[in-house]
């Protein structure tokens, strides 16, 4: 764990199976913005397009982290209660980015926004999450 201004021991990101699983790389990991990187390779559907399911899972997962540093600060951990999405534009290769940054950061309840963006930094792809805080079981 790293320390933030406060002296408040941070959370520090754990990749799971499916990251893992989809070739999730942490680039940045504070409370003001967590930043990951993902292949489109390996994480397309069909028609050979990025999948709108990764994108979501990669989002929420990003978007989690970055309330759970958050939630760290003050002894808590967080748990999803409500994701959105909206596609803007596709990808076929390449990597992309995904960066969470707070909308808000209360004590009980945080909102993200999580965008993903290629390799030219054109959004693909905008989620808002929201996380609650809860306190961390001992």
């Known amino acids: 764990m790293t320390t933030d201004p406060r002296g408040t021991e941070l959370w520090k990101i754990t990749l ?32 050979g397009l990025l999948h709108g399911g990764a994108s979501l899972a990669v989002g929420e997962a990003v978007g989690s982290w970055a309330a759970v540093i958050h939630a760290s600060t003050l ?3 967080a748990v999803g209660v409500d994701v959105s999405a909206t596609h803007h534009k596709s990808a076929r290769e390449g990597t992309i980015t995904i960066t969470a940054t707070p909308i808000h950061l209360g004590g009980t309840l945080t909102t993200h926004e999580v965008l993903i963006a290629n390799e030219a930094a054109e959004r693909l792809c905008t989620l808002r999450i929201t996380n609650l805080l809860l306190e961390r079981k001992k």
């Open 75 to 77: 002894g808590k951990t």
């Open 16 to 47: 799971g199976e499916l990251d893992e699983k989809m070739g999730v790389k942490i680039v940045e990991e504070s409370v003001e913005r967590v930043v990951a990187t993902m292949p489109v390779e390996g994480n397309r559907q069909s028609f």
